[in-house]
């Protein structure tokens, strides 16, 4: 909401200065067809409608780009008819009209499309050739540049938001996964380098009959035990500050942990108190659920 309230204050300043800012800019397209005056010179007012549009875009303001596009297309062409005054009779008409049905395709990679928009808005038949070269010639430009259209470009980047967005408000419920790397805290060494054969694992779950986490074993320190002969007590060998999360947890959560104790998986417990193991979170799905917040 903070943004769209300095997007809006920004292009209301902006509208102050150069009042053809306002709106889809289809009134200042038919000012500049008619040849009337604008409050600023025609490239101030390009300049102030892209800056507006990129503000109000980046706002997240809801707003379209075809009629901006069109805009841009005959001040483009306004811009050039002014530029050959004296050379080229009759192209203060002409070219606004082309730079739309050219600056159209280009932004939507659809040059018939633009051509049959702008002879649609003129009923100029004179117009179809040079509306036809332009927009072919804009067309095959911007494909160079860019093969996806700017609708497409919006769209995907609405996609990414939307699913930057969800992986914000992800909780850890969705990505939980039964696990059977648990231990009896009452186990053997011997049962436990067992278990470890069986699960492939690297940390075996210390988990009593009623389900409480006690901790984690893992592989190293079974294997240091065994090489010392130490006592046979798996719960003397445990992890008991291991680090654990609960259902309602974010995935910034899950991150920060497996950045800090480089381990793979998380288990999951119910809640901090009771710590009853519900299963556990992989970092492969955490990390394929946060991949579109970076």
């Known amino acids: ?11 209301g300043v902006l509208a102050m200065a150069v009042p053809e800012v306002v709106g889809n800019g289809y009134s200042t397209i038919q000012t500049i067809l008619q040849e009337q005056p604008l409050s600023v010179p025609v490239a101030g007012v390009l300049l102030a409608k892209l800056v507006a549009t990129v503000i109000s875009m980046g706002s997240g303001a809801v707003g379209g780009v075809f009629t901006p596009s069109l805009f841009v297309g005959a001040a483009l062409g306004q811009l050039l ?4 005054q004296g050379t080229a009779a009759g192209a203060a008409p ?3 009209l082309v730079g739309m049905s050219a600056f159209l395709a ?3 990679q659809a040059p018939l499309m633009s051509v049959l928009m702008v002879f649609e808005m003129t009923l100029a038949p004179a117009l179809l050739l040079p509306s036809m070269i332009g927009a072919v010639a804009a067309y095959y430009t911007a494909s160079r540049c860019q093969t996806l259209s700017l609708y497409s470009v919006i769209a995907e980047r609405a996609q990414a938001s939307a699913a930057a967005d969800h992986a914000r408000t992800l909780t850890l419920a969705g990505l939980c996964d039964p696990t059977d790397t648990v231990l009896d805290p009452n186990a053997t060494l011997a049962a436990a380098a067992d278990k470890f054969a069986e699960t492939g694992t690297r940390y075996l779950y210390l988990v009593e009959a009623d389900g409480r986490l006690l901790g984690a074993l893992s592989i190293h320190a079974l294997q240091r035990a065994q090489r010392e002969g130490a006592a046979d007590d798996v719960l003397a060998l ?3 500050d ?3 999360l609960t259902p309602d947890s974010r995935l910034r959560d899950a991150l920060a942990v497996f950045a800090e104790h480089g381990i793979n998986r998380i288990p999951l417990v119910r809640d901090s108190a009771g710590r009853e193991l519900m299963g556990t979170v992989s970092k492969q799905r955490v990390l394929q659920e946060a991949s579109c917040l970076f």
């Open 238 to 240: 445990a992890e008991r």
């Open 1 to 11: 909401m903070a943004r769209l309230t300095l997007g809006g204050a920004l292009v």
């Open 94 to 96: 002409l070219l606004p």
């Open 106 to 108: 280009a932004t939507s």
């Open 81 to 84: 008819a002014i530029g050959m």
């Open 242 to 244: 291991f680090p654990a």
